[in-house]
Each structure stands twice: as structure tokens, then as C-alpha cells.
């Protein structure tokens, strides 16, 4: 893989992603072995390969799995075990989905909660909260910006990639804008080259979710 400077720096920001529902061993495998060669920041990869993909970099590279994945309204005592059981399994960051119903309902006490006991379950390991900006207002996105850095949790992420729309430099700004200082801001969903992962990484995101920019 032939990178220039500035490429390797943005794939070094890159958690290298496959979260296709039909996604095989082989290529998660394969997803593993690019990942390593490329020097990316992790590889993002379903809950149910994290055993598998966790002995096979054997620590060479960090996993990442999704917990909530992708409709967030799993109860807070699922999403803790399902965080508990994918550490155990391997996993050494969480990137887990807010629940949109608590959130569209105001409940933000409930929110803060979960938030809470994720950050528990997740202790000793990145936690990254994925609140679906492209379901939710402009107020309530400052919200859960308020609540993610109140909560302590890593970092705060713009999409699952599975709604109706992905990571966009506006959102980021506003991430960026309105998060804690401490909290970093992971962009998702839509970053298609070089081009468009630049743009996040100007507008304020830390780390980037995609599957295109290493070959």
C-alpha cells in the first residue's frame, strides 16, 4: 500500500470497519490483515467475531465492536452485558448506539444513566457513543453532547452508517464545538475517499469509521 505522508497520518486515525450484517470469517480476516499492514487505529467489526479477530492480531492491533448495533433501544442491562461479554471476548474499544426513543422523549435523565453505566461496564477501555445525528435536532445533538462529556465516555460518534444519512463537517463543527474538550469526536457513515476524510479530520473529528480508504 503505497500512502503518502498525509494519507498515512489520516489512515493512522481510522478504525478500518465491516459491520455487513452477512460479513464471513474470511473477510474479517482480511479486513484484520489490511488493517495491520496499513496502520490504522483499529478495525470496527461485528460483537460476534471479536474472539476470532482478537486472536488473530493478537494484539497487533486494537478491536473495536459495536454494542446497541444499530437501533439503540436495546435495554441499559443488555447493552452492559453485551459490552461486558465483547471485553472479555477480546474487545478493547466499544462503540455503543444512544437510545433514540430516550432521546426523542426527552427522557435525558434515562440517557445519562445508561450513559453512566456504559461508562462502568466499559472501564479500562475506549467507550464511544454513537448518537445517529442525522435523526436528531440541532438542540438535541448539543444535548447529547452535554451528556456524553458529563458522562466521561471517550469519545462521541456521528452515525452508525446504517440510518438514513452519515457523518457530515457541520456535524462535526458542532461535535467538536459543544463536547468537553477531553471528549473526542469520531466521524461515520459516508467517508468515501482521502478528500472526504480530511474535511473531518479540519473540522474537529479524531478518528474516522469507514471501509474505503484502505485497499
Known sequence: ????????????KVDH???????????????????????????CIPPCYVR???QFLDGRL???TVIGFPNGYS???????????????GASEIDMV??????KNGNFDQVYLELQAMREACEGVILKVIIETCQLTREEKIK???????AHADFIKTSTGFSTGGATVEDVKLLREYSAPEVKVKAAGGIKDFA?????????????????LVK
Open 196 to 212: 472526504d476524510a480530511k474535511a473531518m479530520i479540519e473540522a474537529g473529528a479524531d478518528r474516522l469509521g469507514t471501509s474505503r
Open 1 to 12: 500500500m503505497n500512502y503518502t505522508d498525509e494519507e498515512k497520518k489520516i489512515v493512522s
Open 52 to 54: 476470532e479477530a482478537a
Open 98 to 103: 444512544v437510545n433514540l426513543c430516550d432521546v
Open 17 to 43: 470497519t465491516l459491520l455487513r450484517i452477512t460479513s464471513t470469517w474470511e473477510e474479517i480476516r482480511s479486513l484484520c490483515e489490511a488493517a495491520v499492514q496499513a496502520g490504522t487505529a483499529s478495525v
Open 62 to 64: 486494537p478491536v473495536c
Open 75 to 89: 435495554s441499559t442491562a443488555t447493552k452492559v452485558f453485551e459490552a461486558k461479554e465483547a471485553i472479555r471476548l
Open 144 to 150: 447529547m453532547c452535554e451528556l456524553v462529556s458529563k
